[in-house]
């Protein structure tokens, strides 16, 4: 299989590892193309652990030289995952993932998928216990992710069902969840059609399930949609967890195609 990543973490954030170790680490997995998309900076007090704006442009200087010293090896590209709250800039950059990591409750910021105690919190705080009004608030704001960041790659579309495993926190069923997240996905829909396959959960807390769920896979093929696989990977360990699984899933659910990126631009590759 062709293997390409482009959903990475690395120090400068919540990574375990270098820029150049992840791409050492690529190179010996035998990816072709490979992407190091930092975390924005965000003026969010409770998201103090992301980057500074100095951190993210010495990151960026750090990948263009890798870029140039293993050109022979990889093809390697500059991405950054931009928060819908995200106030750095994504200039210069050679890809944006639009990803939710906050829910704006009129102007109180909390976590998406902070664990499933937090959650819990959050929706007892100010959902009054309802797990349904806490996705339909999350799912409207990242129906206006690409609007925000004028991203290429939607990022972990489904996010809020990190800790759900086995629905043990919500039922994904629900008609309510579904409404919400089915609408949510028309209106990226209309500006964006690339959703990544990201198995970044099911490396770091055992999930069964890649984001997005499959059921959503089904809904995005019939609405057009095209996908990305994606480790969102913290540590050299992760990049390309479990692509062979999810190129199988894809086929089963009816795509034909997946995207990666080259040198010469966004190009499919045949599943
Ligand atoms: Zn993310
Ligand atoms: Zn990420």
Redesign the pocket.
Known sequence: MILSNF?A?TNYCDGKNTCEEMVQAAISKGLRAFGLSE?CHTPVPIDSGHPTFEELAAFGDEVRTLKTKYADKIELFYGI?QDSIGDSSTDGTDYVIG?THFVNIGGVYRFVDDGADGQRETVARFYGGDWYAFAEAYFADESQIVDITNCDII?HFDLINKNNEGDRLFDTSHPRYRAAAIASMERILRRCNLFEVNT?AMYRVGRTEQYPQTWLLRELLTRGGEVILSS?SHDTASIGYKFDEMEDLLREVGFARRKTLTRGGWTDIEL
């Open positions: 959903h973490h975390h995952e990803s990022g970044g969102d």
